[in-house]
Structure formats: structure tokens, C-alpha cells
């Protein structure tokens, strides 16, 4: 068992402190947020993350997980200090590492023995150098410390999965005693684990996102080329997916990423590609392919409807993917954006994500229940792929439909069966169903 103190209570800071306190570690979780705290003092989450609820309430009955906002208090015994704070996006990309320079300060003027601090958040290249001297200066008096990169590889809505079942631990630090302490406390989980140098593992991170973005961007590219040439790209993926030199997993043709990490990620690595005298051209590209999959969506309902004053869109799913209440970057907020900015009328539902996603989208409808958001609608249109859509009876939306225009941004339904029912349904990269039912005047 160890002391550890995770600064951040955010998905990747909140999972990682209740995880490592269910394989029985003593762990203090810190944020300056003092009312996240206070509701995390109760056992009530700030996010929507299946299974970690249990997780936390359990420990925190059994004594073995705290919070505080106090950071004397966090890091009076701690041997392992986790910095798992924001790093988003600036101006040109770029990440804003403000979070954590405030963080690796408030270290430095707190530690009072000996410790490892662990990067978690994901940082540039370099980060963990520019992290231990902010500490080194912070410091009241000289003191051993050891700063380790432990990137992240937690996807959100299987976190608490991902944790106790991880395909590796990376670790990479200047220090190989420090990096094999670290190792010890991952030991339990039985996982493959790489000790490197500090710039290395910071570049696993990157390059592991990067790779899996350029996936999704490739076969949404092979998804228009498909919709041009009248093949269907599920097909198409499945006969590549089973190459074991390609793989299934993120070849599903749809609307693009989203969420904290690839977006960012991305984003970042290009931007120090560029500034380090590179041409990241293949980035770029994964970059302008997914912001073309979220337009793809307004052609595909302009097509269809002509001019879309005071027409009404139903959407479906605000999150950017299934199992999280997460809207950052999701291909949701950008689709609502670009329908409003043509006049459209818009009208929501989401299992999870409505209460976060109310402050980010103003001007639409929310609903309580999804065939609320089809009622009346001209147009539906599937975002998010949550299983609750599976399982919806598709004649009722059909017939309470105004027009019905489907447009199936996970490529989520059966076409025929769609077309069977009278829809118009267009997915992505998938031949238009025929015969198509007959186009009654749109309501206007």
C-alpha cells in the first residue's frame, strides 16, 4: 500500500485517484473547485463515467479515498503525486499548460518529503523537464524529488475498464529508481509496462492518439469515395478489419471524433511538428477530414430539404460518444451550429449529456425522451450511437414525423429495413436504399 495524492478531479484524476484507492492505497484527491469537492465528499460525481460511482462510495466508506482542496493536506504523507489537471487547446493548438504550471507551483511550496510526481495529464514534449523545475524553484528548501511521465490511455465511458484491464503502463523519467517505483504501484494490474525517457513516453501519448484519429479520418474519407461510387463502407471496413495488419477497431464510417483528447491531441502534435521546423501535412489532413465529416451532415440534409428556414431538425445524441455526458469537441455542438446558421429549427435529446450541453448550445429545444425530438421534425438525425436508439420503435418516429428524412450519423440502422419503414435514409458512405419511398410535399 501507498500514500498517493492526485491534483485534478477531472475523468482522468477522479478515475485514476478512486482506482488506485480500490487496490488498496491510501489516496487524497485535490481540487481548487471547492463546491466539486464538497459534492465529491458525499459520493456525488461531477461526470457521468459507468461503474466509477461504486468505485468512489466504496472507498470512500472504507477509508481508503479522500478530498480536499487544501494541498498542505494532500501532500503531508504522499509518496506518489499525480498531476492530472486540464490541458486544452490555445490559439494555435498548442497546449495550454496554465493548469499545470499552478499545479507544479502549489507542489513545489507544499512538498515537505520526499516524493515522485507523476505527469498523467497529457503534456508536450518536454513537459516533464519544464515540470520539475518549476518544482525545483517552488520548493521552500532543497529537496529530493523525481518527476515520471505516466500518460493516460483511459477512454471515456470504460474508464474504470480501462484502469484495471490497461494493454500497457508507460513510464518514462530521468530517473530509472523513480520510473521503477512507479512501476510497483501498477504492479497489481498485471500489465505490460515500459519504462523510457521522459520525452518518449510523453510521445507515446500523442503518437497512440494521433494514429488512432487518423484511422477514424481515413475511413470517413473512404466513406465519401464510397457515397460517389456506390459502394457501401461497412462492408468495406469489415473486409479490411480482418486483416490482423489493419484491425476493426476505429474503422467506423460516421460523423468524426470528438471529446478531450483526440481533437486536442491532434492538434497539439501538429503544432509542434510545425514549430520544430516539420511538415505535418498527414496531421492536417486527419484535421480538415473530420471537420468535412460534421458538414457532411448539412449537405446530406440541404439535399433532401432544399432551403432549411424554420425547418425542424431532430437530433439525436449531444455527447461525443455513448456512456459519458462529455461534450467537448462533440461533432454534435458543431452540427446544431452549422443547421442554426441556416435557419433551422433544432430540437435535442441525450441520454446523458443535456444538463452539460445546455450551456453550450443556446436556441434549441431539449427533450425529455428521443421521440420527442422527432415529433413534427422534417429531418432526424443520429449523432450519437447510445444503445437506448437501437432499441427505438422506428415506425412510431417515422409516423411522427413531418418529412422523413433520416440521416444516420453512425451508420446505427438497417438501410432496407429503414427504407421499408418510408424513410428517406441517408447514412455515411452507405448506397441510398431503393426503392425510395415517394416524396410527399414538405410541410412548411
Same mark, same amino acid.
Not at 514549430?275 to 498527414?282: A, E, I, S
Not at 446523458?352 to 421521440?371: I, W
Not at 450511437?385 to 420503435?393: G, R, S, Y
Not at 419503414?421 to 410527399?440: C, Q, T, V
Given at each position: 500500500? +501507498?500514500?498517493?495524492? &492526485?491534483? !485534478?478531479?477531472?475523468?482522468?484524476? %477522479?478515475?485514476?485517484?478512486?482506482? /488506485? =484507492?480500490?487496490?488498496? *492505497? ?100 518536454? +513537459?516533464?523537464?519544464? &515540470?520539475? !523545475?518549476?518544482?525545483?524553484?517552488? %520548493?521552500?528548501?532543497?529537496?529530493? /524529488? =523525481?518527476?515520471?511521465? *505516466? ?106 471524433? !470528438? ?186
Amino acid at each position: 500500500m +501507498a500514500n498517493v495524492s &492526485v491534483v !485534478g478531479t477531472g475523468y482522468v484524476g %477522479l478515475v485514476t485517484g478512486a482506482c /488506485f =484507492a480500490d487496490l488498496g *492505497n491510501y489516496v487524497i484527491c485535490l481540487d481548487i473547485d471547492q463546491a466539486k469537492i464538497a459534492r465529491l465528499q458525499l459520493g456525488h460525481l461531477p461526470i457521468y463515467e459507468p461503474g466509477l460511482e461504486e468505485v468512489v462510495a466504496r472507498n470512500l466508506a472504507g477509508g481508503r479515498l479522500r478530498f480536499t482542496t487544501l494541498y498542505e493536506e494532500a501532500l503531508a504523507e504522499a509518496q506518489f503525486i499525480f498531476i492530472a489537471v486540464n490541458t486544452p487547446s490555445g490559439p494555435e493548438g498548442e497546449a495550454d499548460m496554465s493548469d499545470v504550471r499552478r499545479a507544479a507551483e502549489s507542489i513545489g511550496r507544499s512538498l515537505r518529503s520526499p516524493a515522485i510526481v507523476l505527469n498523467k495529464s497529457t503534456m508536450p514534449i518536454g +513537459a516533464g523537464d519544464w &515540470v520539475a !523545475g518549476i518544482i525545483a524553484r517552488s %520548493l521552500p528548501e532543497p529537496l529530493p /524529488f =523525481a518527476v515520471v511521465s *505516466n500518460p493516460e490511455f483511459l477512454r471515456e465511458g470504460s474508464a474504470v475498464h480501462d484502469f484495471f484491464n490497461p494493454d500497457r503502463i508507460v513510464l518514462g523519467s530521468t530517473d530509472p529508481e523513480a520510473a521503477e517505483r512507479a512501476a510497483e504501484l501498477y504492479k497489481p494490474l498485471k500489465a505490460p509496462i515500459i519504462v523510457t525517457d521522459l520525452r518518449t513516453a510523453e510521445m507515446v501519448k500523442y503518437a497512440s492518439n494521433a494514429f488512432l484519429a487518423t484511422k477514424i479520418s481515413f475511413i470517413n474519407e473512404i466513406a465519401s469515395i464510397c457515397e460517389r461510387l456506390g459502394a457501401d463502407v461497412k462492408d468495406v471496413a469489415l473486409g479490411m478489419g480482418l486483416d490482423k495488419r489493419i484491425g476493426r477497431a476505429f474503422l467506423e464510417a460516421g460523423v468524426g471524433y !470528438g471529446g478531450s483528447c483526440f481533437p486536442k491531441d491532434v492538434k497539439a502534435l501538429e503544432y509542434m511538428g510545425a514549430v520544430n521546423g516539420c511538415h505535418p501535412q498527414l496531421l492536417r489532413a486527419v484535421i480538415e477530414i473530420n471537420r468535412d465529416a460534421r458538414r457532411s451532415v448539412l449537405q446530406k440534409v440541404r439535399a433532401e430539404l432544399g432551403r432549411l428556414d424554420e425547418k425542424l431538425i431532430g437530433i439525436l445524441g449531444l455527447s461525443f460518444k455513448p456512456n459519458t455526458d462529455d461534450v467537448r469537441e462533440a461533432p454534435a455542438l458543431e452540427i446544431i451550429h452549422l443547421l442554426r446558421t441556416e435557419g433551422a429549427r433544432i430540437r435535442v435529446y441525450d441520454p446523458a449529456a443535456s444538463a452539460r450541453a445546455v450551456e453550450m448550445v443556446r436556441g434549441v429545444e431539449f427533450c425529455a425522451e428521443p421521440y420527442a425530438a422527432a415529433e413534427g421534425a422534417h429531418a432526424l438525425v443520429l449523432v450519437t450511437e447510445w444503445n437506448e436508439f437501437k432499441q427505438l420503435d422506428m415506425d412510431r418516429v417515422r409516423r411522427s414525423m413531418a418529412f422523413p428524412l433520416l440521416v444516420d450519423g453512425r451508420n446505427l440502422y438497417d438501410p432496407q429495413e429503414m427504407a421499408r419503414l418510408g424513410f428517406i435514409y441517408r447514412g455515411m458512405g452507405r448506397p441510398a436504399p431503393a426503392p425510395e419511398p415517394s416524396r410527399a410535399a414538405i410541410a412548411e
